[in-house]
């Protein structure tokens, strides 16, 4: 069954601080997975309730400064496959320097292009091969 979605996902490695805004001072740190228009998916050691509104400092190689903005968890969930509790969790961006974020995925479909030619090179090569 194909997942219905606004845009398409985009695999980024970095990592994330957290500040929940829920009158708490709780800070987490946790990896990011993925990154769309819309929102990113992370990694973390931490479980966050769904619905709550956090802010964030996204790190990546993909921008010279960090990402920052607030968002709301749309989904957490726990891969039963781990013994450590690493949770998968979902965050809408809610405010965010739209930007930046096209920036940010203008830069990783770029290298996406870039591998998958490099590839098609590399690959083409072998046809031209002296025996």
């Known amino acids: 069954m194909g997942e219905n979605r606004d845009y398409e996902r985009l695999t980024l490695d970095g990592d994330i601080y957290i500040h929940a805004k829920d009158g708490s001072s709780c800070e987490y740190r946790a990896f990011l ?4 228009f819309s929102g990113f998916a992370m990694f973390s050691l931490e ?8 802010e964030f400092n996204l790190i990546t190689q993909a921008l ?3 990402l920052v903005g607030k968002g709301r968890i749309r989904h ?4 039963p496959q781990y013994e450590t ?7 809408e961006f809610t405010e965010v320097n739209t930007d930046l974020v096209t920036h940010i ?9 870039l591998e998958k030619q490099a590839k098609k090179m590399k690959a083409g090569a072998l046809d031209f ?3």
Request: neutral net charge; hydrophobic residues 45%; aromatic residues 6%.
């Open 33 to 36: 997975d993925n990154i769309s």
């Open 47 to 54: 479980k966050i309730e769904e619905g709550a509104v956090v």
């Open 64 to 66: 010279d400064q960090g």
């Open 76 to 79: 957490v969930t726990k891969p």
């Open 85 to 91: 509790p690493l949770y998968t969790i979902g965050i």
């Open 105 to 113: 995925i203008t830069r990783v479909q770029a290298k996406a292009a």
């Open 129 to 131: 091969m002296a025996f």
